[in-house]
């Protein structure tokens, strides 16, 4: 009796489905690695998305040919191989951060010369499967979540930052402000009896220029008491109408005299017909002075240089530019540039309270102040103050 071989109950699986289960599979395991690429979190933001984005194609049906490629907010991340500009087929999904569209995803197909395929691979070639769509719309997706994430946790960090700032400058203003009321009786008496003793009869030639010193060294360490009054803002205002472009030129008749290096330029452009702002014309003139003088330093001596000095009218404000060509600041000093009692200076010759001063005066009227730049090309200081209309209503 001949014994017939029994046939498996397992049914092999179709071509077709086998090709399917493999693409999704190659769906799957891109997922994955989305995920994993953005739990790991190694690198900055723009390596984690080339990484993303080097997956990519290796989850498409034929993915010799596939380029992948991400915008976002100007920035362009795109897979090695061929260009996308000279793509046959295209398919592309937004990327939205916190529901608000900054760029897109997009997968492409390169442009074989058609010597190069079959009759065959030219018809089947020149599309992308709907399950590559939603794909490609799921890991948009993704990316668009982690971005939201590692931004939240920037302005998170810069806000931390921020208030770790302000309670530092908190502190330093009250320690300021007690150590300028010590002084200022001390230094008071000191010039006064200076003052007085200059003025008695017979006083010795070589006596009268010690109590000239004297009495200069006091006027000096009040003026640095009233700056650290003024940065405490414990120094009253006297606010009523005032008049910027009146203000700046007053500043720059003394500076102008005053500058010991001829190879400084300045440059006028004060707009006409300025609003007036609500201000203490004594504490604005010192802005315009301390930014003067700031950019007069900021050119070395002997060289040759520009300051220009702008003011225009802006949207319920009057605006004050202050730029040169000196030599610039680093991005380290920039970020601490208006930190009170940090100073680039040799020892002796300046406070750190220039700038600081500026600041405490510009917040204190209710404005704001900007600053860029780059070495070796100048510094450029913005201020607004609020028109008076403004600051009424």
Do not use: W
Request: net charge neutral; glycine share 8%; with cysteine.
């Amino acid at each position: 009796m001949t014994t017939r071989p029994r046939r498996s109950t397992v049914s092999e699986p179709e071509p077709t489905a086998l090709a399917e289960l493999v693409e999704r599979v190659k769906e799957l395991k891109c997922l994955y690695e989305v995920a994993a690429v953005f739990a790991e979190r190694r690198g900055s933001l723009r390596e984690c998305l080339v990484r993303v984005v080097s997956g990519l194609p290796t989850a498409c049906r034929y993915s010799g040919r596939a380029r992948a490629c991400l915008r976002l907010d100007g920035i362009v991340v795109a897979s090695s191989g061929g260009r996308l500009d000279a793509a046959a087929h295209r398919i592309s999904a937004p990327l939205r951060v916190a529901g608000q569209e900054r760029g897109e995803v997009e997968l492409a197909y390169v442009t074989i010369p058609a010597t190069d395929l079959s009759k065959t691979d030219t018809e089947s070639e020149d599309s992308f499967l709907t399950e590559e769509r939603a794909l490609l719309d799921a890991v948009a997706h993704q990316i668009g979540v982690f971005i939201a994430s590692v931004e939240a946790e920037q302005r998170r960090a810069d806000m931390e930052s921020s208030l770790r700032h302000a309670d530092r400058l908190a502190t330093i203003g009250q320690l300021a402000a007690g150590v300028a009321h010590e002084l200022n009786e001390p230094l008071g008496n000191a010039l006064g009896f200076a003052q007085l003793a200059l003025k008695a009869p017979d006083v010795p030639p070589q006596v009268r220029s010690d109590l000239g010193r004297i009495a200069d060294a006091a006027l000096r360490g009040r003026e640095i008491i009233r700056k650290l009054l003024v940065f405490a803002r414990q120094a009253p205002a006297s606010k009523h109408p005032t008049v910027l472009n009146t203000v700046v030129e007053e500043a720059l008749f003394l500076l102008e005299a005053g500058c010991e290096n001829p190879g400084i330029r300045f440059v006028r452009e004060l707009e006409p017909g300025l609003p007036e702002i609500d201000a203490d014309p004594v504490q604005v003139r010192q802005v315009v002075t301390n930014l003067v003088i700031n950019a007069m330093q900021a050119i070395p001596r002997g060289s040759r240089g520009t300051i220009t000095i702008r003011t225009a009218s802006e949207s319920g404000a009057a605006a004050l530019t202050v730029a040169d060509s000196g030599s610039g600041m680093t991005p380290e000093v920039l970020r601490r540039v208006f930190d009170p009692f940090f100073t680039t200076k040799d020892v002796g010759q300046g406070t750190g309270l220039g700038l600081a001063v500026v600041q405490g005066i510009v917040a204190g009227h209710g404005g704001s102040i900007e600053v860029e730049s780059e070495p070796s090309r100048g510094s450029v200081f913005r201020v607004r103050l609020p028109a008076r209309a403004a600051a009424s209503t």
